[in-house]
């Protein structure tokens, strides 16, 4: 038990707590992993930026070891096969983009979409973690930070020539996102997160990331909102 600022007190040994666990670890884990290997081959993809982005790759295989030193602190396990579905519609339709070479298409689903919802996700976690995940997630988020900023710099720099793939890569991947916080919400809430809070920081992240890209506030509003209702 540990008592939280907000008078919270969560039982991190309850049955019902370390099953909820065992999906959310196993999704962050199996996302981590799958990070790992989207910069591996988005390194492929962007041979000039090759060192750094097997660099973050690094980083990505270094979150998973954390997330499952987590999951073992707590004597859960997690469930991959779960989480493998769970990522599987975004995972599917990373690896068409990369045989395609649609860089752009890449760029916005792990860069962007999914370093955003990572953020959110460890934002609300962060609060409501147990010491020893709350010490390692404080240290990831920081870097997910710089994995978002990776792909706000380089679409940047590539606005104008991007901005059509953006909008359709966008079209097909955001309604995939919210129908994953929908899956993942009623395990979130045993978490003490909130899915409200969860939609929030990622409607937050992921505007502030379309607007340093080059985005206006009406697109943003159009495109940040696509699919919310699914
Ligand atoms: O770039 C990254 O490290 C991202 C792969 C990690 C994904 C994390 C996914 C978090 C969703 C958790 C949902 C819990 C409510
Ligand atoms: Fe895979
Ligand atoms: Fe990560
Ligand atoms: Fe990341």
Redesign the pocket.
């Known amino acids: 038990m540990q008592q939280l600022a907000d008078g919270l007190e969560i039982d991190f040994q309850s049955e019902t707590y370390k099953d909820a666990y065992s999906r959310?670890n196993a999704?962050?884990i199996?996302?981590?992993?799958?990070?790992y290997e989207?910069y591996i081959t988005l390194a492929e993809l962007l041979p000039d930026h090759r060192d750094d982005l097997i660099r973050l790759s690094k980083?990505?295989s270094r979150?998973k070891k954390g997330f499952e030193a987590c999951g073992r602190n707590l004597n859960v396990t997690p469930d991959l096969q779960f989480a493998q579905e769970f990522f599987a519609p975004l995972h599917d339709n990373f690896k068409v983009a990369a045989a395609q070479g649609n860089v752009v298409t890449c760029l916005l689903i792990?860069?962007l979409i999914?370093?955003c919802?990572?953020i959110?996700?460890?934002n609300?976690?962060i609060p409501v973690a147990d010491a020893f995940a709350r010490k390692i997630t404080e240290g990831?988020v920081k870097?997910?930070y710089s994995?978002l900023n990776f792909g706000e710099v380089w679409l940047k720099a590539n606005f104008e020539a991007s901005k059509a793939e953006l909008e359709e890569a966008n079209r097909q991947n955001l309604p995939i996102v919210w129908k994953?916080?929908n899956q993942?919400?009623a395990?979130?809430e045993v978490?003490a997160?909130e899915k409200e809070a969860?939609v929030e920081d990622f409607m937050i992240q992921y505007g502030e990331a379309l607007s340093n890209i080059g985005f206006t506030t009406r697109d943003i509003m159009r495109l940040s909102a696509y699919g919310l209702s699914a």
């Open positions: 959310i999704i962050v199996e996302g981590e992993q799958e990070a989207n980083m990505e979150h792990q860069s999914i370093e919802f990572a959110a996700a460890y609300i976690y990831v870097d997910e994995h994953m916080l993942v919400a395990d979130a978490l997160m969860l």
